[in-house]
């Protein structure tokens, strides 16, 4: 691809695009696949390592995502300076060799240990794919862009619950993280096929009126002068973190079906699996493209888009955890959950990357990251695992649903962030599809 087109000025993207986009997408499954093994496998692992729900959530929650999240910081710098293609293949290597280790481990210490780690690998791929995407697409196909690279996610949660349903009464639950760490390593090679289109400093400066290359402590000055300085910024990332809080209670959600609403822990794996990838998927497409279309046609941000779905949603799955499984409702609600799930990334990855500088969208896209997962998920998570623990000290009937209630109502703060976060964003002048960088 030529370098005119990495800018995403009104430039169509190629075959050649579109392609890295699957591809990327595909890693990102892989990615998801290994994060959420743990949660995927809580009824086989949890009892099996006599881990109490507090440690079960440091696992899932602090244990690996301070780590993610705080190496993430660096790898999105890193991703504005080196070989982007070469930066993933090393940290998809690593990770997935720490998956496998992950299925050596006898207890909380030795399950903690790779966590961490592969926390640190992970962290490289959603800053420095973002990073690409942002070179190969124009602002107008943005959304779509990260809707369907974050489609990995409903497929990566489906696909390792699928895995959990019917490979681990099969093979054991060790057998599956060799089994998944063996199919990353072998796939790590394949990102080495794509070439880095970004121009090279000495290239870049040969071009006319070129500006000069900013330095390493100029990309920091940008970095933190555009969020420090956009109330847009700040509230995006803000509204995306009460998001998190649900999704990251969302890791005792096996425990809870299992439980407290009486479902086969195998069976309802299987065909949560199943629903985490049809729903979850159409939930990715219908953000990506919708919010795109959305901000085209009202020039307001993608944020306001987030408003609108979160306001209709948010009673629907405050009304799921307190449902009995034989009421029809309760499978309706089970879809709306993952199609939310998958709804949340087009739009606010395109918001966050229309109020960035684009020498610095991938430390941005890394501190967005960082918030989401230490503070969202890490809330989310972790603390869902005390909650839990205490509710059931205090003898509270159905300690799990009435955790998952109150973190689900805590993520509808999110709807005045966004909702302020696109009234910013409108006065600033970067509403909609006209928020080029």
């Not at 949660?157 to 099969?170: E, H, K, N």
């Not at 085209?296 to 987030?306: E, I, V």
Request: with cysteine.
């Amino acid at each position: 691809m030529d370098a005119s087109n990495t800018v995403g000025g009104g430039v169509r993207a190629s075959a050649g695009d579109y392609g890295l986009l699957v591809m990327l997408m595909l890693m990102n499954v892989l990615n998801f696949v290994d994060r959420q093994l743990l949660s995927s496998f809580a009824n086989f692992i949890v009892p099996d390592l006599g881990l109490s729900n507090t440690q079960f959530g440091l696992l899932t929650g602090l244990v690996f995502l301070v780590f993610y999240a705080f190496a993430g910081l660096f790898m999105g710098a890193l991703a504005d300076l080196v070989n982007r293609p070469r930066l993933i293949a090393i940290a998809m290597f690593g990770w997935s060799l720490l998956t496998a280790a992950s299925g050596l481990a006898r207890g909380f210490v030795s399950l903690a240990i790779p966590r961490m780690f592969i926390g640190v690998g992970e962290s490289a791929l959603t800053p420095t794919a973002m990073s690409l995407l942002a070179d190969r697409f124009p602002p107008e196909k943005r959304g779509f862009a990260s809707g369907f690279y974050y489609m990995g996610v409903p497929i990566g949660v489906g696909v390792s619950l699928l895995v959990a349903g019917y490979l681990g009464p099969a093979i054991g639950w060790r057998n599956c993280f060799y089994l998944l760490g063996a199919v990353g390593v072998a796939f790590s090679g394949v990102i080495l096929l794509v070439r880095e289109t970004r121009p090279s400093r000495k290239a870049a400066a040969a071009l006319p009126d070129a500006l000069p290359a900013p330095s390493v402590g100029e990309l920091v000055r940008i970095f933190w002068g555009a969020v420090k300085s956009s109330r847009a910024l700040q509230l995006v990332i803000l509204g995306g973190v009460c998001v998190h809080f649900i999704l990251g209670a969302a890791g005792f959600d096996q425990l809870w079906l299992v439980k407290e609403r009486g479902f086969d822990k195998a069976w309802i794996a299987q065909v949560s699996g199943l629903i985490a990838v049809v729903a979850g998927v159409a939930g990715n497409l219908f953000g990506g493209v919708i919010s795109d279309l959305f901000a085209r046609k009202t020039g307001q941000s993608p944020a306001m888009f987030m408003v609108i779905v979160l306001s209709v949603l948010l009673p629907v799955n405050l009304t799921y955890r307190l449902l009995p499984p034989e009421n029809p409702l309760f499978w309706v609600c089970v879809v709306v959950a993952y199609f939310q799930l998958g709804v949340f990334y087009g739009p606010t990855f395109s918001a966050v990357q229309a109020l960035c500088p684009p020498q610095v969208r991938g430390a941005v896209v890394a501190f967005y990251l960082l918030s989401l997962n230490v503070v969202g998920l890490g809330i989310g998570i972790t603390g869902a695992g005390v909650l839990v623990d205490v509710l059931i000290k205090a003898g509270v009937a159905q300690p799990f649903s009435w955790t998952l209630f109150t973190f689900t109502a805590l993520s509808g703060l999110a709807i005045p962030c966004y909702f302020f976060a696109a009234r910013a964003a409108r006065k600033a002048g970067l509403s909609g599809a006209s928020a080029s960088l």
